[in-house]
Each structure stands twice: as structure tokens, then as C-alpha cells.
């Protein structure tokens, strides 16, 4: 919790360490490790944010979180990782319908523009064919 004040407050440096240190005691609340990740994404801090919801994951497989790390990628351009997280995320039971479509858009969007792979489909899941649905609102 006190990484998330000194985001909020842009004093980086500070949260850094703060996280670093619960690492070091097994910090491991996927809820507030997944509020982490969402706020270095949002300070542009990619690979603190990177750490943060895969440690999230590894505590509890979430749609946010998932979601996020697959904007994370985006982000670094890790494009084949992106598209993967946000596949991944459509196929999670808490995803809501929302978050299935803009993952299922951002996902297709990266395959098409940014990779200029046209022919390969989003997915291979037969129910997300045909009203699957989307992702992480900041990452377009």
C-alpha cells in the first residue's frame, strides 16, 4: 500500500523500493498486486508493472490482471505476448463480456495493423467466435 501512495504522489523512486521490499517479505495479495501493476501502468512504469500481475497471476488468475499484462506488452511492444495475454483473457470465466470484446479488438487490431497477420483469427475457441467480446480501455 505504501508503493501505491508514492505513485500517487509520481515519487517513483520511492514506490520502487517500497515494492522491491515486499517482494522481499512475499508479498503475494493478488488484489493489491493487481492495483500495482494498473497503477505502474498508468505511470508508464512497464516493467514494474510487468512484475507486479505476474506475481498477481501466480496468487489468482484474473481477467483484469491478465488484461493489464497484456496492455504491459502493448505497451513494450511485445506484440506476440499481447496478443496471447489478451487471448488468454477471453477465455478466463470472470471476464466479463466487455472485456472479452476489447480484448478480442485489441488482439485482432495487433494482428492486422501492427503485424499485418490478416488471415489468423483471434481465437480458435469455437464460442468466442461468434459474440465474444473485449480489453484494457487505455491500451488502444
Given amino acids: 500500500q505504501l508503493a501505491l501512495l508514492c505513485l500517487q504522489k509520481q515519487r517513483f523512486d520511492e514506490a520502487s523500493q517500497s515494492l522491491h521490499q515486499a517482494y522481499k517479505l512475499g508479498l503475494a ?10 497503477a505502474l501502468f498508468n505511470a508508464g ?3 514494474d508493472a510487468e512484475a507486479a500481475l505476474l506475481r498477481s497471476l501466480q ?4 481477467a483484469t490482471a491478465r488484461e493489464l499484462l497484456a496492455d504491459t506488452y502493448k505497451q513494450q511492444q511485445r506484440l506476440e505476448e499481447a496478443v496471447n495475454a489478451f487471448r488468454a483473457t477471453i477465455t ?4 466479463s463480456e466487455a472485456q472479452s470484446a476489447r480484448c478480442k ?11 499485418n497477420r490478416t488471415e489468423e483469427r483471434v481465437l ?17
Fill in 29 to 38: 495479495d493478488a488484489q493489491l498486486l493487481s492495483q500495482l501493476g494498473g
Fill in 45 to 47: 512504469q512497464w516493467q
Fill in 59 to 62: 496468487a489468482q488468475e484474473t
Fill in 92 to 95: 478466463l470465466p470472470d471476464a
Fill in 105 to 115: 479488438e485489441a488482439a485482432a487490431h495487433i494482428l492486422r495493423v501492427l503485424l
Fill in 124 to 140: 480458435n475457441v469455437p464460442w468466442a467466435q461468434k459474440g465474444g467480446t473485449a480489453c484494457h480501455k487505455g491500451s488502444m
